[in-house]
T-cell receptor, first 114, second 110 residues
Framework: ETGVTQTPRHLVMGMTNKKSLKCEQHLGHNAMYWYKQSAKKPLELMFVYNFKEQTENNSVPSRFSPECPNSSHLFLHLHTLQPEDSALYLC?????????????FGNGTRLTVT | QKEVEQNSGPLSVPEGAIASLNCTYSDRGSQSFFWYRQYSGKSPELIMFIYSNGDKEDGRFTAQLNKASQYVSLLIRDSQPSDSATYLCAVQDTGNQFYFGTGTSLTVIP
């Protein structure tokens, strides 16, 4: 496999459920990101992991919990979500140490909270 | 708050015409600039990047950067219906943080 792979592609969950999103990158990058994309809004950065260490947490509610076991894998654990959390969740990776290194996105998980 | 502004559109151009997409940014210290294409229901796909003032051409795409005016644009020559998508402008600052615009929706009419 190449690039950035996300699973599942679609997820419907109730407000009391617990689920996890998975991301894997095969690009040899050292930084991984979670973004949230809602309609009519810019991409919102949620979490950044650089060399497996979390370096950014943009005031994301605690019902979202990231995990980065190594530089190739990233998870987003979800629990007691709200309907307004319904969005497209995008994982991305980049080579953090190189100026101008672009983000490479996975296909995203379309999340619907009922 | 660092901002990236794009006209949300929709922008409609006839097939074969030049599509011009514009983006302004607030942070003068921004270093790198990217254009992503996003088809409906899909993830953003990198199509161009530019770091220096001036023009950069890649096939039918030309990115233009003017740091003094804090302005970056994307020109698509010989527009095709397959170019119909939302185009996201992204700006990277000196701390390697990315900031995105809301995107411009482009429709190429056959």
């Amino acid at each position: 496999e190449t690039g950035v792979t996300q699973t599942p592609r679609h997820l419907v969950m109730g407000m009391t459920n617990k689920k996890s999103l998975k991301c894997e990158q095969h690009l040899g990058h050292n930084a991984m990101y979670w973004y949230k994309q809602s309609a009519k809004k810019p991409l919102e950065l949620m979490f950044v992991y650089n060399f497996k260490e979390q370096t950014e947490n943009n005031s994301v509610p605690s019902r979202f919990s990231p995990e980065c076991p190594n530089s190739s894998h990233l998870f987003l654990h979800l629990h007691t979500l709200q309907p307004e959390d319904s969005a497209l969740y995008l994982c991305a990776s980049s080579q953090e140490s190189r100026d101008g290194s672009p983000l490479h996105f996975g296909n995203g998980t379309r999340l619907t909270v009922t | 708050q660092k901002e990236v502004e794009q006209n949300s559109g929709p922008l409609s151009v006839p097939e074969g015409a030049i599509a011009s997409l514009n983006c302004t940014y607030s942070d003068r210290g921004s270093q790198s600039f990217f254009w992503y294409r996003q088809y409906s229901g899909k993830s953003p796909e990198l199509i161009m990047f530019i770091y220096s003032n001036g023009d950069k051409e890649d096939g039918r795409f030309t990115a233009q950067l003017n740091k003094a005016s804090q302005y970056v644009s994307l020109l698509i020559r010989d527009s095709q219906p397959s170019d119909s998508a939302t185009y996201l402008c992204a700006v990277q600052d000196t701390g390697n943080q990315f900031y995105f615009g809301t995107g411009t929706s482009l429709t190429v009419i056959p």
